[in-house]
Structures are given as structure tokens and as C-alpha cells.
């Protein structure tokens, strides 16, 4: 079972930026995709990002293209969450996940493994 560790997230004003990482256990991680989903207070969990085994493939919500970026380091077990030009609505707690499959999907149901969550909070 792999373990996944965030960490990055904190409080900061609209149009600020911060950088989620996400800290994965063992030695399979440039073997499977991964994401970043988020849940705000009283909604469903949603897809933010993905990115492929290898980090040549990304995909994105729509509300965060052009704003958000995915990366990864295989030789660091890592993924990270750059976050541009942060507005009140990104507020929630971001959850990374590893996938089942090599390439990027947005489905919940796709990644088998989370983490326990790190707070963002965007303030007007």
C-alpha cells in the first residue's frame, strides 16, 4: 500500500501562490499516474489536476488551466501542485492520489490510493 504525504498548504491572499508537494512511499512510483482532487466545505470532491507515469502527459480542470501546473520528480517519489493567481474559490483541502493506470485520468474511481489532505485557504 503506498502512502502519500501532502504538504504546502496554508493561508494566502487572492492572486498569491503557493506549492503543494506530495510525498509518495516505495520504489513503483514512476509506475503509475497521479492527481490532485480537492473538496470545499459542503461540496463533492472534485479533479484538479493529473499527470502521467513519466510526466510527459497532463490534464487539467477548467477552472484551474492556465493557473495551476503538475510536475513530478520520479527520482524524488514526488508530485507538486504550483498554484498561480489564487482566487477565494480555491479554498478547500487538496488531496493527491495515485492512479491505477500509467496516463493521466480525471475520474475518482481511476486512483486507488490518497492522502490525508492539506489545507488551502484563499482569502478576498
Known amino acids: 500500500q503506498v502512502q502519500l504525504v501532502e504538504s504546502g498548504g496554508g493561508l494566502v491572499q487572492a492572486g498569491g501562490s503557493l506549492r503543494l508537494s506530495c510525498a509518495a512511499s516505495?520504489?513503483?512510483?514512476?509506475?503509475?499516474?497521479m492527481g490532485w482532487f480537492r473538496q470545499a466545505p459542503g461540496k463533492e470532491r472534485e479533479f484538479v489536476a493529473a499527470?502521467?507515469?513519466?510526466?510527459?502527459?497532463?490534464v487539467y480542470a477548467d477552472s484551474v488551466k492556465g493557473r495551476f501546473t503538475i510536475s513530478r520528480d520520479n527520482a524524488k517519489n514526488t508530485v507538486y501542485l504550483q498554484m498561480n493567481s489564487l482566487k477565494p474559490e480555491d479554498t478547500a483541502v487538496y488531496y493527491c492520489?495515485?492512479?491505477?493506470?500509467?496516463?493521466?485520468?480525471?475520474?475518482?474511481?481511476?486512483?486507488?490510493?490518497w492522502g490525508q489532505g492539506t489545507q488551502v485557504t484563499v482569502s478576498s
Open positions: 499527470i502521467s507515469s513519466k510526466g510527459g502527459t497532463t
Open positions: 516505495g520504489r513503483t512510483f514512476s509506475t503509475y499516474a
Open positions: 492520489a495515485k492512479s491505477k493506470y500509467l496516463g493521466p485520468t480525471s475520474v475518482g474511481v481511476d486512483f486507488g490510493s
